[in-house]
């Protein structure tokens, strides 16, 4: 049994010695920000340090676009009113200008709009020959004055009359002073462009909630729409050329400018949209195609270190700077992306200091 309680206290005296051995050589003292590693660490071996520099750099930046029609040359035509097509004037892929016929329309609605017109004028032409007949004969002495003023006022409203309803007519894009009564509405092109869908069919009778029964777009010009982070909005303030790629045709070398940037950002995503025209006399761009938008910028002097040097937690983004040896301290910075591979410091980091470039993750367990 006393042997026992030698070996016993033997074994613990022996581990609290390595114990106490152990907690004098730590692999490392935090201080702070500051990190000291110990002599006998083994995370040395993990970490590799090097240079902050400056470096040219050719920055550019991507996205992903859609391709939209300009809205001013675009237009989708539905019926005025709920009606017959009696007749068609054009065919898909067609080319048409301002006012070019498209197809023919007629309905009650718009037969009693050409009667109350033909009324309305008929009315005014009859109150008008009467007002110079009364004037004409109180000027020779046998007219009555209020007999004037009755006239003058059944003229006023009279004209008043058929001026509403040429003003109906009018809301159907045509010249009243040409209308036949009982005439079928042609409906005209409103734009210049191309008949790029028709679904008009002779005989048909259009309800009011029709979908647009033909689309005219004019796409030798169109926009890009892309969506850039608020962070970049800078970047493009300064932009000299866009190029867009597109899959189908790898070899096409399309370039844009820039026509327009939001204003308003938007909240769920942290971008704002971007709108790039471009030329599209070869009709390789259509309308709902994604394509791919690179940003391209002069080349510029930039401080640059590996992206895999920087570490974020929460918000804010920081590297950890060598300050003297196995001494390193975290340091916040500000950064701007690149690629995946390099980062811009735009704050934080100057030339001639030492950051970890690998092995970072160690210091940040010492954290």
């Avoid at 590799?48 to 675009?74: C, F, H, M, Q, R």
């Avoid at 070398?253 to 204003?263: D, R």
């Avoid at 009709?283 to 590996?306: Q, T």
């Avoid at 100057?350 to 940040?364: A, C, D, M, S």
Wanted: aromatic share 8%; glycine share 6%.
């Amino acid at each position: 049994m006393r042997n026992l309680h030698l070996f016993l206290w033997s074994a613990l005296t022996m581990h609290s010695c390595h114990k106490q051995n152990t907690e004098e050589k730590p692999a490392y003292i935090v201080s702070g920000n500051t990190i000291i590693l110990s002599e006998n660490s083994n995370i040395k071996n993990h970490i590799k340090i090097e240079s902050v520099k400056n470096e040219w750099l050719s920055p550019d930046l991507s996205t992903v676009g859609e391709v939209k029609a300009i809205p001013t040359n675009y237009a989708e035509i539905i019926p005025p009113f709920a009606g017959r097509i009696s007749q068609s004037f054009v065919r898909l892929g067609q080319k048409v200008n301002i006012g070019t016929p498209l197809f023919t329309i007629s309905s009650p609605e718009y037969f009693n709009a050409q009667k109350d017109y033909f009324e309305a004028q008929q009315e005014y032409t009859l109150s008008n020959l009467n007002l110079k007949r009364q004037k004409d004969l109180l000027k020779h002495g046998v007219g009555i004055q209020r007999v004037v003023e009755e006239a003058q006022t059944d003229y006023q409203t009279k004209k008043s009359a058929l001026e509403n309803a040429s003003a109906a007519l009018k809301v159907y894009n045509i010249n009243p002073n040409h209308l036949k009564l009982g005439q079928p509405l042609i409906v005209t092109s409103p734009i210049k462009g191309e008949i790029i869908t028709s679904n008009i069919v002779i005989g048909q009778y259009i309800k009011e909630d029709a979908q647009p029964i033909t689309t005219i777009a004019e796409l030798n010009k169109v926009w890009i729409a892309g969506q850039i982070k608020e962070k970049d909005l800078g970047y493009i303030n300064k932009l000299k050329e866009v190029t867009i790629n597109v899959d189908a045709f790898p070899d096409k070398n399309i370039t844009g400018k820039i026509f327009h940037i939001n204003e308003i950002i938007d909240e769920g995503t942290r971008s704002v949209e971007v709108l790039i025209e471009c030329s599209n006399a070869d009709k390789i761009l259509k309308p709902g195609m994604y394509v791919n938008v690179l940003f391209k910028n002069e080349p510029e002097v930039a401080l640059i270190i590996p992206t895999k040097a920087i570490y974020q937690v929460n918000d804010e983004q920081f590297v950890f700077v060598q300050i003297g040896k196995n001494k390193f301290i975290k340091k916040k910075v500000t950064t701007k992306d690149i690629s995946k591979d390099k980062t811009v410091i735009k704050k934080g980091l100057k030339t001639g200091e030492h950051i970890v470039t690998e092995g970072g993750i160690y210091l940040l367990e010492a954290q």
